[in-house]
């Protein structure tokens, strides 16, 4: 399974990006998908994820702020970040489990700067 992260950006207090990971390669199905970051410093952390079932789970910072979606048919999923702060400067993961595996994308940076 390859993962595939897009979306990443510069931009201003209060703006907006969205963040796509396609999935790739033999996928029976999926199970979660998901987005970590990780600030200079500082651990990775969930982001939000979003199970199979299509129930969604978000960090309490970004809850009302960031929305995560799936497109099934493409095996992608979708976060899309609105009113962005400074402090959401960061490098952003993409996390899928399929079949019971966890796989990484490679991290897209969002830096969020006036």
């Known amino acids: 399974v390859q993962l595939q992260a897009s979306g990443g950006g510069l931009v201003q207090p209060g703006g907006s990006l969205r963040l796509s990971c396609a999935a790739s390669?033999?996928?029976?199905?999926?199970?979660?998908m998901g987005w970590y970051r990780q600030a200079p410093g500082n651990q990775r952390q969930l982001v939000a994820d979003i199970t199979s079932e299509g129930t969604t789970n978000y960090e309490e910072s970004v809850n009302g702020r960031f929305t995560i979606s799936k497109d099934n048919a493409k095996n992608t999923a979708y976060l899309q970040m609105d009113s962005l702060r400074p402090e959401d400067t960061a490098v952003y993961y993409c996390?899928?489990?399929?079949?019971?595996?966890?796989?990484w994308g490679q991290g897209t940076q969002v830096t969020v700067s006036s």
């Open positions: 996390r899928v489990i399929a079949s019971f595996k966890t796989y």
């Open positions: 390669g033999s996928i029976f199905s999926i199970d979660r």
